[in-house]
């Protein structure tokens, strides 16, 4: 079993930043796939980015390519985002996961974990 649980979402002006974190409890924390994953009111969640444990390869939507960087630090159990250049459609709740085993990890699907997400506002 592993709980994770977010920090770092906040009110921020288009053009600013945020980090958001995650903590996983448990132990082999490196052992699993992390992913960043969002819901904006009406839409359906949707993926971020992920990095996987052991060689930290990583993945991002194109929608955030360039702007957001997520990396991880196994010693801490923790993931994190940044997120740069925020714009109002980045507006949502972000969701951090953790998948065991994941061959895509853009899909909601392959997660078996869930924190209880993190507001993030963008305003023009």
């Known amino acids: 079993q592993v709980q994770l649980v977010e920090s770092g979402g906040g009110l921020v002006q288009a053009g600013g930043s945020l980090r958001l974190s995650c903590v996983g409890s448990?132990?082999?924390?490196?052992?699993?796939?992390m992913g960043w994953f969002r819901q904006a009111p009406g839409k359906e969640r949707e993926f971020v980015s992920a990095?996987?444990?052991?060689?930290?390869?990583?993945y991002y939507a194109d929608s955030v390519k360039g702007r957001f960087t997520i990396s991880r630090d196994n010693a801490k159990n923790t993931v994190y985002l940044q997120m740069n250049s925020l714009k109002p459609e980045d507006t949502a709740v972000y969701y951090c996961?953790?998948?065991?085993?994941?061959?895509?990890?853009?899909?909601?699907?392959?997660?078996?974990?869930w924190g209880q997400g993190t507001q993030v506002t963008v305003s023009s």
């Open positions: 996961a953790a998948a065991y085993r994941s061959a895509y990890p853009e899909r909601t699907s392959e997660f078996d974990y």
């Open positions: 448990g132990r082999a924390f490196s052992n699993y796939v």
């Open positions: 990095i996987r444990g052991s060689h930290g390869l990583t």
